[in-house]
């Protein structure tokens, strides 16, 4: 099931509103509307998918997963992978419009189809399918572990490399002055967490490991 099924459901009318961008249409024929309730069962479906399956992380986890899930740019490749954008009326075509229309699609087919719309959302933004090591917050849970023993880490960066357009960071972690790792990334905020990350293999602290598990959401 695609974006493509669900534009194949609406009613012509409907269809023209949902691939219609305010920037070349009166607020009310345009798809602002549509885009607000797609949005909306996107965000609730998504979470469902993401509370049930991943029964061992807490609300900070489960958020970073689901907004991943939902991020514009996700959904913009979607709609890009499907030629939405060639539909589109609009003065411009860019991620962020692009993204909009596949969530006002949703928003148009979900007043015609739920369950189809629910059964094609599953199938397209799958939480077994993100690396949720890629999304812990590193730093949160290094402080959290430290101040079990009344310690607190402090960051510092140490290096900038790289064009202006393209920097590489380093950062370094410490507690209690004593250097305890580094980091890199593209960003002071990325290398801090990679040095938080390489702080707790040194440390010996594991995360939880996610557990294999079948979803299942009732439609």
Do not use: C
Request: net charge negative.
């Amino acid at each position: 099931m695609s974006i493509r099924d669900l534009i194949a459901i609406l009613p012509q009318p409907l269809r023209q509103r949902s691939l219609t961008h305010p920037s070349v249409a009166d607020p009310y024929e345009s798809n602002g509307r549509l885009e607000f309730l797609g949005d909306s069962v996107l965000n609730s479906r998504v979470a469902e998918l993401v509370f049930h399956g991943y029964p061992e992380l807490l609300e900070g986890d489960l958020t970073r997963i689901r907004a991943h899930l939902v991020r514009k740019s996700f959904l913009a490749m979607v709609g890009r992978s499907e030629g939405i954008e060639e539909i589109i009326e609009s003065s411009v075509i860019n991620d962020s419009v692009i993204a909009d229309t596949v969530e006002a699609i949703i928003g148009g087919a979900y007043l015609i189809d739920r369950d189809l719309v629910l059964r094609t959302l599953d199938e397209i933004f799958n939480p077994a399918e993100v690396d949720t090591d890629e999304l812990r917050d590193w730093k949160t849970l290094l402080q959290e572990t430290l101040q079990a023993d009344g310690l607190r880490p402090t960051y510092r960066v140490i290096s900038k490399q790289g064009p202006a357009h393209r920097p590489s960071f380093t950062s370094r972690v410490s507690v209690e002055g004593k250097e305890i790792a580094t980091g890199e990334g593209s960003s002071i905020k990325e290398s801090e967490q990679t040095a938080a990350r390489t702080a707790l293999e040194i440390l010996g602290i594991r995360p939880v490991l996610r557990s294999t598990v079948e979803v299942h959401v009732g439609a």
